[in-house]
Every structure is written in structure tokens, then in C-alpha cells.
Nanobody
Framework: QVQLVESGGGLVQPGGSLRLSCAAS????????VGWYRQAPGKQRELVATITTGDSTDYDDSVKGRFTISRDNAKNTVYLQMNSLKPEDTAAYYC?????????WGQGTQVTVSS
């Protein structure tokens, strides 16, 4: 059974930083592309960043230059380093892993940016 478990969320002041982690189990992690998505209350889930099996990355324009996605295949983990956080970054952040028709989601971790 494939599981994705996010961690690292919390409350941070504007301008602060957080690092999210997503640990995968039950699948050969290095064969999967991975991404981070977020969903704010009353809004649709949106893509934040993705990383391919070849370590190519892509970011939503709203986070370019502030967020960095990375992966450690030895630890079956993907990270999202978030710097210069803004109140509009407040959302539940979800990890997604996919390969062809196989798609898996984590349960989410809450990030709140507020003074």
C-alpha cells in the first residue's frame, strides 16, 4: 500500500521560512514524479511545484524565486523549502506522486502565514 506522509507545516510570520517534507512508502519512489499542491479555504487545489524523475523542476509563478522543490531518492522523500512567506501562501499543502495512471496523494499539512 502506497502512503505519502507530509510534515513540517505550522504557523510562521510573514517573511519567514518553512521546509515541508513528504515521505513515501510502498512504492519505488525514484520511478515517480512528485509535486506539491496547495488548497486555501474556499479555493481550488493548485499546483505549487513539481520535480521529475530526472530532477527537472517547475514552479507556479507565484512561488518562483521563493520556493525550492527537491527530492532525496535514498530517503524516499520530497521537500519544499519555502522562503519569504506571504499571508497568501496560507493553505493546506499536499504531496502528490504519480507515474502513468498511478497517482497518490498525502493527507496534507497546514501552513499558516500570519503576524
Amino acid at each position: 500500500q502506497v502512503q505519502l506522509v507530509e510534515s513540517g507545516g505550522g504557523l510562521v510570520q510573514p517573511g519567514g521560512s518553512l521546509r515541508l517534507s513528504c515521505a513515501a512508502s510502498g512504492a519505488t519512489f525514484r520511478f515517480y514524479a512528485v509535486g506539491w499542491y496547495r488548497q486555501a479555504p474556499g479555493k481550488q487545489r493548485e499546483l505549487v511545484a513539481t520535480i521529475t524523475t530526472g530532477d527537472s523542476t517547475d514552479y507556479d509563478d507565484s512561488v518562483k524565486g521563493r520556493f525550492t522543490i527537491s527530492r532525496d531518492n535514498a530517503k524516499n522523500t520530497v521537500y519544499l523549502q519555502m522562503n519569504s512567506l506571504k499571508p497568501e501562501d496560507t493553505a493546506a499543502y499536499y504531496c502528490k506522486m504519480w507515474r502513468g495512471n498511478y497517482v497518490y496523494w498525502g493527507q496534507g499539512t497546514q501552513v499558516t502565514v500570519s503576524s
